[in-house]
């Protein structure tokens, strides 16, 4: 086996789960889709959060030093995905209907759709070139209900919608973090997806 290989497909074999991060800023509610938060160390609790610097809710975590990250279960519907993860909170409301709860940072809760969130409060940020990890205190946590928290495998097979190839599309590509197709013979090496900002790396021709 070639140590040059690096196969992509890999790295979903690692077991992640699915969460809202909330911020707010100049009493403005954002929230982005993450699926990497890691408990670090228990005494003291602290957490480790990457956001993806194209995300709105990355410069406002920066700037604030404060979030929520709602665990999300199996019974979260696709369309909180694209509420959450399709649009950019800089240009979009993400709480058109108002906020159903606050956490006592002040920070949007989900209850409707969460098992439990935790507060953060930042301590150290790392710059990882295209996106940006936090390490951070848990000021409060909340368990919300019993209910199964949702996994990466699980929004891949029972959540995200299958795409399907157009009958005129002789070529494309398909991302695999959210459908996006992309169309044309050649995926330039730089492509960014323009729905959840993943790259060229996870994206595989449509069949």
């Known amino acids: 086996m070639s140590e040059n290989i690096i196969d992509s497909k890999a790295m979903f074999k690692i077991g992640y789960g699915l969460y809202v991060l909330t911020t ?5 509610d954002n929230g982005c889709i993450i699926n990497t ?13 990457t956001v993806n610097k194209q995300n709105y809710s990355h410069w ?3 700037r604030t030093g404060k979030c929520n990250v709602n665990c999300l279960t ?4 696709f369309s909180e995905f694209t509420r959450f ?5 800089s240009d979009t409301n993400k709480f058109p209907q108002g906020v159903p709860m606050r956490s006592a940072n002040g920070i949007a809760v989900l209850p409707q759709y969460s098992n439990a969130f935790f507060s953060l409060a930042v301590e150290q940020y790392i710059d990882l070139d295209s996106h940006g990890m936090f390490i951070c205190t848990v000021t409060e946590a909340k368990v919300l209900s019993g209910e199964e928290t949702m996994t990466y495998s ?18 494309g590509y398909v991302c695999k973090i959210c459908g996006y197709v992309y169309e044309g013979e050649t995926l330039p090496e730089d ?11 996870d994206f595989e021709p449509l069949s």
């Open 60 to 62: 406002v975590l920066m």
């Open 85 to 89: 993860g399709f649009a950019s909170g």
């Open 37 to 49: 938060a890691i408990q670090l160390t228990s005494n003291p609790l602290r957490v480790a959060v």
């Open 74 to 77: 199996e019974a979260t519907p």
């Open 154 to 171: 699980y929004y891949h097979k029972n959540v995200k919608p299958k795409p399907e190839k157009k009958a005129d599309t002789p070529k």
């Open 24 to 28: 707010r800023e100049d009493l403005k």
């Open 191 to 201: 492509f960014v997806c323009p729905l959840c900002k993943h790259g060229a790396s």
